[in-house]
């Protein structure tokens, strides 16, 4: 079946340690991707996007995500987390050849001092 | 506007009542999209709409549940005899749709408490 799976609902790491929140999905070889947080009581702000070209991109806030067609994977990163990236954070797939796009459960993340 | 604004921002029913809840999306914007978030939930995707084409209604839970968008801008999304499983917060997004980026723009969201 058709998916977008995010296979941690909660992580926690230390301030000033490196992330990495896992992004699996199943619509073809070629979607867009999208990682999306949600901060708390605030809307949801795209963090970065992958269409085409290099396969890893640069977000905003120090994010970045690398897309692996062979593992159908879209992980995100950052090499050093701040107290404030503590938010809940989406990844997301508009389907090749289509248009809607649909979210993974999300990633809890939580940083500790 | 410049961004997507969403109304009422709170609403508090009690069971059985009917709720309206309104987006008003960022103009130029051809797709919307109503999603559900529940208490430490994901978006549960309910309702896309794209240009003048037959929404797509595959994730609305029940019939109580419906949408509509008129004139290619504003939305209603309208839930009949409400449940206490409907609380939760209810989303909107839009963006450009067909050869647009893809990016979504996000409301503030409407909470919806039933009572």
């Known amino acids: 079946a058709q998916s977008v799976t995010q296979p941690d609902i909660h992580i926690t790491v230390s301030e000033g340690a490196s992330l990495e929140l896992r992004c699996n999905y199943s619509y073809g070889a070629t979607p867009y991707l999208f990682w999306y947080v949600q901060s708390p009581g605030q809307g949801l702000q795209l963090l970065l996007k992958y269409f085409s070209g290099d396969t890893l991109v640069q977000g905003i806030k120090g994010f970045e995500a690398e897309f692996k067609r062979s593992q159908s994977s879209f992980n995100l990163r950052k090499p050093s987390v701040h107290w404030s990236d503590a938010a809940e954070y989406f990844c997301a797939v508009v389907p090749e050849g289509g248009f809607k796009t649909i979210f993974g459960a999300g990633t809890r993340l939580f940083v500790k001092a | 506007g410049a961004g997507v604004s969403q109304s009422p921002s709170n609403k508090v029913t009690e069971k059985g009542k009917d709720v309206e809840l309104r987006c008003d999306p960022i103009s130029g914007h051809t797709a919307l999209y109503w999603y559900r978030q529940s208490l430490g939930q994901g978006l549960e995707f309910l309702i896309y709409?794209?240009?003048?084409?037959?929404?797509?209604k595959s994730g609305l839970p029940s019939d109580r549940f419906s949408a509509e968008r008129t004139g290619g801008s504003v939305s209603t999304l309208t839930i009949q005899r409400t449940q206490q499983e409907d609380s939760a917060v209810y989303l909107c997004?839009?963006?450009?749709?067909?050869?647009?980026?893809?990016?979504?723009?996000f409301g503030e969201g409407s909470r919806l408490t039933v009572l």
């Open positions: 997004a839009s963006s450009l749709g067909a050869g647009g980026s893809g990016e979504l723009f």
């Open positions: 709409f794209q240009g003048n084409s037959a929404p797509d």
